[in-house]
């Protein structure tokens, strides 16, 4: 499986942007997809999950700013984000998760959102 993430650059604040992330390679009837970010010396954080069921999640902080969505027949998710500031410039990355008796994980190469005047 392989997952191309797109659409990062730069955005100035209270600007939107729109990321969305590519999987293809031999996908499961069922899998997640979601969105970490990460900035230099902290740990990746979770942003949003979505399911290809339709089932969505965020995480607390990012609820309300960023929408996450998703389209199964592309095998495309997307991250849709609003008001940024600059404390949300990080490198984000895409991921989808499958399997039954044992979870198989795949990562994006990540892709830089900066949020700067």
């Known amino acids: 499986v392989q997952l191309v993430e797109s659409g990062g650059g730069l955005v100035q604040p209270g600007g939107t942007l729109s990321v969305s992330c590519v999987a293809s390679g031999s996908l499961f009837n069922f899998y997640s997809m979601g969105w970490y970010r990460q900035v230099p010396g902290k740990q990746r954080e979770l942003v949003a999950t979505?399911?290809?069921?339709?089932?969505?999640q965020y995480a607390e902080s990012m609820e309300g700013r960023f929408t996450v969505s998703g389209d199964n027949a592309k095998s495309t998710i997307y991250l849709q984000m609003n008001n940024l500031k600059p404390e949300h410039t990080a490198v984000y990355y895409c991921y989808l998760r499958q399997g039954y008796l044992e979870t198989y994980e795949y990562w994006g190469q990540g892709t830089q959102v900066t949020v700067s005047s």
């Open positions: 979505w399911s290809n069921d339709g089932h969505t």
